[in-house]
């Protein structure tokens, strides 16, 4: 059985955040479609709105809608790529305007991947889509017969793509022939909902499960190089959901959620430190930081020892994964985006574009496509931190 993250309460602003809420420049923050209101609090410069479009806004009877999957860009077409929980793929041009629609059976649990001009889109409906990014035409289909839910991976030909179910599946990206595939078998008790994104590095690929292991796989065949468990006894949210991340040292960083954040060694899964903060859903590495966010936080880690630099507390919200841009920490915690100065952790500004952010933004330089709660999709430019 899967766990939502956290229960969620009304969202209180801080009197230090209230006057950084917003975006300006081109189009100013109260002029958002999903809030409207006149303005109440100057605009900042962090960042400007370009355009947006309602993909999937809710309906008269649904209360709390909720979008989880990543926007992706194709750079040939100049589409970016979202996927709604109304089952829909679009591809949104660069004037904000829908260019082609793909449908399928149900919501999305993660978001698609562009490379080459073939959009790879994983269903809810157990199905892994090859989409022509220019036209939406369907180039192949493979059936997994389980819900996918992470963005899929390329690399040396293949295409890997993991279930809510335990299973990483690797299929050719030629044709969607399956490959091979690998899984492990949940444990009895809860767990938390979502699943580990492989980390493909050489020939391996690094991918964690939620029966607490790690588990490095052959990229070739899918056989096991080495397995390690991480969150020891017991039956109930064990889960290890981080995608991996590695340094240039050769150290492989993954968190269980039960019991904190791991440094092991690449090549033999050897472990190098542990700190214990349980709740951590994702992990970030960028130069000598390792971040990591989750239930009721956000964490600033020195990379090589796992000393806590800094500790955002969140109350009861949760932190979904974040990403860098123009120099910022962008985390969505569902209910806002926040944009944090990863040297200390300060709050610079906390964007809520209506029903506030779940999915992970898409970063391509200065420019961030943010997917809200509320089925909008958001092109911002990003100015970065100004002292």
């Known amino acids: 059985m899967k766990k939502g993250l956290v229960s969620w309460k009304r969202w209180l602003v801080g009197?230090?955040?209230?006057?950084?809420?917003?975006?300006?420049?081109?189009t100013q923050y109260y002029t958002n479609p999903e809030i409207p209101r006149g303005p109440t609090h100057p605009p900042v410069d962090y960042f400007s709105v370009n355009w947006w479009a309602p993909l999937a806004p809710p309906g008269l009877l649904e209360y709390a809608p909720r979008e989880v999957a990543t926007p992706a860009y194709d750079?040939?077409?100049?589409?970016?790529?979202?996927?709604?929980?109304?089952?829909?793929v679009r591809a949104v041009g660069a004037d904000g305007k829908v260019k082609w629609?793909?449908?399928?059976?149900?919501?999305?649990?993660?978001?698609?991947?562009?490379?080459?001009?073939?959009?790879?889109?994983?269903?809810?409906?157990?199905?892994?889509?090859?989409?022509?990014?220019?036209?939406?035409?369907?180039?192949?289909?493979?059936?997994?017969?389980?819900?996918?839910?992470?963005?899929?991976?390329?690399?040396?030909?293949?295409?890997?793509?993991?279930?809510?179910?335990?299973?990483?599946?690797a299929v050719k990206a030629a044709d969607g022939v399956w490959?091979?595939?690998?899984?492990?078998?949940?444990?009895?008790?809860?767990?938390?909902?979502g699943a580990s994104t492989p980390?493909?590095?050489?020939?391996?690929?690094?991918?964690?499960?939620?029966?607490?292991?790690?588990v490095a796989l052959s990229l070739s065949d899918g056989s096991v190089t080495w397995e390690k468990s991480l969150s020891g006894g017991g039956t109930e949210f064990l889960d290890v959901d981080t995608q991996p991340a590695i340094d240039e040292a050769g150290r492989l960083y993954v968190a269980s959620y039960k019991s904190g954040i791991f440094a092991l060694e690449a090549e033999t899964g050897d472990m190098v430190w542990n700190t214990?903060?349980?709740?951590?859903?994702?992990?970030?590495?960028?130069?000598?930081?390792?971040?990591?966010?989750?239930?009721?936080?956000?964490?600033?880690?020195?990379?090589?020892?796992?000393?806590?630099?800094?500790?955002?507390?969140?109350?009861?919200?949760?932190?979904?994964?974040?990403?860098?841009?123009?120099?910022?920490?962008?985390?969505?915690?569902?209910?806002?985006?926040?944009?944090?100065?990863?040297?200390?952790?300060k709050s610079r500004v906390a964007w809520n574009p209506g029903d506030g952010i779940t999915a992970t933004p898409f970063v391509r330089g200065k420019q961030v496509?943010?997917?809200?709660?509320?089925?909008?999709?958001?092109?911002l430019d990003v100015n970065g931190i100004r002292g």
């Not at 009197?15 to 081109?26: D, I, K, N, Q």
Request: aromatic residues 12%; proline residues 4%; neutral net charge.
């Open 15 to 26: 009197a230090a955040s209230v006057g950084l809420l917003g975006g300006c420049g081109r």
């Open 75 to 88: 750079a040939d077409n100049k589409h970016v790529i979202a996927l709604t929980r109304d089952g829909y």
């Open 101 to 169: 629609s793909f449908r399928t059976a149900i919501r999305f649990n993660a978001g698609a991947r562009v490379s080459e001009g073939i959009a790879y889109v994983p269903g809810g409906d157990g199905v892994l889509y090859a989409l022509d990014s220019a036209t939406g035409d369907v180039k192949w289909k493979y059936t997994a017969g389980e819900s996918l839910a992470t963005v899929p991976v390329l690399a040396n030909g293949l295409v890997l793509v993991a279930s809510e179910s335990d299973t990483l599946f």
């Open 179 to 193: 490959a091979w595939q690998y899984r492990r078998d949940p444990p009895p008790g809860f767990t938390v909902r």
């Open 199 to 214: 980390l493909v590095r050489e020939d391996a690929a690094y991918v964690g499960f939620s029966d607490g292991f790690v």
């Open 276 to 345: 214990a903060v349980g709740g951590v859903t994702s992990l970030l590495s960028r130069g000598q930081l390792l971040f990591a966010s989750g239930d009721g936080r956000v964490d600033a880690y020195l990379s090589d020892s796992g000393r806590l630099l800094w500790s955002l507390p969140l109350g009861e919200r949760a932190a979904f994964a974040p990403v860098f841009a123009q120099g910022m920490l962008l985390v969505p915690i569902q209910r806002s985006l926040l944009f944090l100065d990863p040297k200390t952790g």
């Open 369 to 379: 496509f943010v997917l809200s709660n509320n089925g909008y999709l958001y092109a």
